[in-house]
């Protein structure tokens, strides 16, 4: 059964931890991308994949790091940095990187933050 | 870069009636806009999309019609039924865009 899988669900770290949020397709799409949900902000993109091995800042990258070392697989490192990580992550893939290709999204982690 | 606008933030409706969500965008050259609903504690998921090339689209009781020169596309749900109840968001790109810039999302409450 193709999809996206996010892991884990839930996640609470202290303040000044980095934490890594995974994400993997077996889609095999080309395109990834992490998004940022908060309450009445819609989704925010925090960076974007279109290949292996290659990816581009979004609009609110800062305090955020990612690898694209397989297809499948595009994990999110929330740093320190983050001032205010506490949020719903989401996690998307795409046939494509570009105008016209369908997101297909994983089912979330939220993060706590104390 | 693109701005999109999404109202109401909020909607209410009685069931079988209608409901309507806009959203405007900013850039001209914006060519495809996708419509998610995300159901509580689910994942968004698309539940229509329109190109600049057409300016209605249908798919059973949902719609989306576009309005290139006024740079404003709106989702229309008839007949609604309390499984329409969930959050539905607006997105916008264009051809040379490699990603999507989403509305802030309307909460759409269908009531019994």
């Known amino acids: 059964d193709g999809g996206i899988t996010q892991s884990p669900k839930y996640l609470f770290r202290k303040e000044g931890q980095n934490v890594t949020l995974s994400c993997e397709q077996n889609l095999n799409h080309d395109a990834m991308y992490w998004y940022r949900q908060d309450p009445g902000q819609g989704l925010r993109l925090i960076y974007y994949s279109q290949i292996v091995n290659d990816f581009q800042k979004g609009d609110i990258a800062e305090g955020y790091s990612v690898s694209r070392e397989k297809k499948e697989s595009f994990p999110l490192t929330v740093t320190s940095a983050q001032k205010n990580p506490t949020a719903f992550y989401l996690c998307?893939?795409?046939?494509?990187?570009?105008?016209?290709?369908?997101?297909?999204f994983g089912n979330g982690t939220r993060l706590t933050v104390t | 870069g693109e701005n999109v606008e999404q109202h109401p933030s909020t909607l209410s409706v009685q069931e079988g009636d209608s409901a309507v969500i806009k959203c405007t965008y900013s850039?001209?050259?914006?060519?495809?806009f996708p419509w998610y609903k995300q159901e509580l504690g689910k994942r968004p998921q698309l539940i229509i999309d329109?190109?600049?090339?057409?300016g209605e689209k249908k798919d059973q009781r949902i719609a989306v019609t576009l309005n290139k020169t006024a740079k404003h596309f709106s989702l229309h749900i008839t007949e609604t039924q309390p499984e329409d109840s969930a959050v539905y968001f607006c997105?916008?790109?264009?051809?040379?865009?490699?990603?999507?810039?989403f509305g802030s999302g309307t909460q759409l409450t269908v009531l019994p």
């Open positions: 997105a916008a790109s264009k051809r040379s865009a490699r990603q999507l810039t």
């Open positions: 850039d001209s050259a914006s060519n495809y």
């Open positions: 329109i190109r600049s090339n057409v």
């Open positions: 998307a893939s795409s046939i494509v990187s570009g105008s016209g290709s369908p997101l297909h």
